[in-house]
């Protein structure tokens, strides 16, 4: 989506490895989220950051981390990959929450496969 | 805490036909609620969202959505669906008073229109 990208857009790793997937905006946007979407699950939140060194946990962040060193990158480290971390991450930044909140713009998806 | 169900996990219609998809809320405090709509191979794209104010709600592509607080629910109609409405559907949710913006996911509806 314009204004937010993920990289890599298609990652195979093996079994045991760390992975870092990227997530960039141009936005100046506040808060950013990495989710993870698997079938029947829907999308799940892993951590998220309401500003520059501050983030945190959601539903699903064992075996992950995160990092916002400034306000358009937000990293996502995946400490051992594992089989179980096979899956599609999705990005995604909005500017307000509580009163105003609009919503999500979501980035376009990385695509990680752990073998 | 919040939860979403959506009640249906596929919904087959034929072209030109009317469609509805489900979804109902669980939470103690007063919500946002969004339709999300994802395309093969994309990421997710707002339909429509509830913020306040008139219960039914009118999105992008033909879509609205009606809020009914004391059924808890958030469903999702369009009087007439064309082939490029397959794709995959999610009902979500943010606390009113939530200072982080977090949005709750429902498992997701996929709708297959056929010709």
């Known amino acids: 989506d314009a204004g937010i990208t993920q990289s890599p857009r298609h990652k195979v790793t093996e079994t045991g490895t760390p992975v870092t997937l990227r997530c960039h905006q141009t936005?100046?946007?506040?808060?950013m989220y990495w989710y993870r979407q698997d079938p029947g699950h829907g999308l799940r939140l892993i951590h998220y950051?309401?500003?520059?060194?501050?983030?945190d946990k959601g539903e699903v962040s064992d075996g992950y981390s995160v990092s916002r060193s400034k306000t358009e990158d937000f990293l996502l480290t995946l400490e051992s990959a594992t089989s179980s971390q096979t899956s599609v991450y999705f990005c995604?930044?909005?500017?307000?929450?509580?009163?105003?909140?609009?919503?999500?713009?979501f980035g376009s998806g990385t695509r990680l496969t752990v073998v | 805490a919040q939860s979403v169900t959506q009640l249906d996990s596929q919904v087959p219609v034929f072209e030109e036909a009317p469609v509805e998809l489900r979804c109902n809320y669980s939470?103690?405090?007063?919500?946002?609620l969004f339709w999300y709509v994802q395309y093969p191979n994309q990421g997710l794209q707002l339909l429509l969202k509830?913020?306040?104010?008139?219960?039914l709600v009118k999105g992008i592509n033909g879509f609205e959505a009606e809020f009914n607080k004391s059924q808890t629910s958030f469903h999702l109609r369009k009087p007439s669906v064309h082939i490029s409405d397959t794709a995959e559907y999610f009902c979500?949710?943010?606390?009113?008073?939530?200072?982080?913006?977090?949005?709750?996911f429902g498992q997701g509806t996929t709708l297959q229109v056929k010709p």
């Open positions: 995604a930044i909005s500017d307000h929450a509580g009163q105003g909140y609009y919503g999500y713009t």
């Open positions: 936005e100046n946007h506040r808060y």
């Open positions: 950051s309401y500003g520059v060194k501050d983030t």
């Open positions: 939470s103690s405090v007063s919500v946002y």
């Open positions: 509830y913020l306040s104010g008139s219960t």
């Open positions: 979500a949710v943010s606390d009113l008073s939530s200072n982080t913006g977090k949005l709750i």
